[in-house]
């Protein structure tokens, strides 16, 4: 089976709660690798914080859309804390702090999207 056909099989497969969990799970692992590697290392670690920001900027625009169907309120939360990524993203760009914060809240993301499932 080619890779483009596995990928259709599990695009068909998953429901978009699932398929988000999974993004997030994949966004998660490359930011908690991109800790553990170097400072000196500037692609490595930029890429997934790249990955990061590029996922919440999205979630950002998607909860802006008027035709959203979540509640303002949690769209509002997101939105929030998008804002807030963006920030700290460019703090960890600039060497004033860590990956954990990037980490822990998007573990707490997957956990409500996964229930009581484990995050990464």
Known sequence: MSLQAYKTAATRAETPR???YRLFGQVTRALMHASTL???DLAGRMDALDWNRRLW????TACSDPSN???HALRAQIISLSLFINRHTSEVMRGGDDF???IDINRMIMQGLGGASDAA
Do not use: F, G, I, N
């Open 69 to 71: 169907a979540m509640p």
């Open 100 to 102: 954990t914060t990037l």
């Open 38 to 40: 170097d400072k000196s």
């Open 57 to 60: 900027s999205a979630l950002s």
């Open 18 to 20: 699932e398929m988000e």
